[in-house]
Nanobody, 114 residues
């Protein structure tokens, strides 16, 4: 059974930093990543990373966020710098198995105060 456990969310002032972590278990994963959902908005991509280390970022994340991955630990990280109030959202970890099955974490709240 696939399980994703996120941590690292919280309250931070604008301009601050947070680091999110997601530990996955129960399978081997091809792509792992982060998505977010703000109140009243659809869930959107933040960043993804595959087993080869190739990354994909949303335009809003580029230059401020960095995704990384520790394959032996089945863990994906999201370093978020220069945070803005618009980054306030629930951040969800996503992991796709080698057979293409996606799973989601329960989400971690990130709140950026102005």
């Amino acid at each position: 059974q696939v399980q994703l456990v996120e941590s690292g969310g919280g309250l931070v002032q604008a301009g601050g930093s947070l680091r999110l972590s997601c530990v996955a278990s129960g399978s081997i994963f091809s792509t792992m990543g982060w998505y977010r959902q703000a109140p009243g908005k659809q869930r959107e991509l933040v960043a993804t990373i595959n087993r080869g280390g190739s990354t994909n970022y949303a335009d809003s994340s580029k230059g401020r966020f960095t995704i990384s991955r520790d394959i032996p630990k089945n863990t994906v990280y999201l370093q978020m710098n220069s945070l803005k109030p618009d980054d306030t959202a629930v951040y969800y970890c996503n992991a796709v198995t080698l057979s293409g099955f996606p799973s989601w974490g329960q989400g971690t709240q990130v709140t950026v105060s102005s």
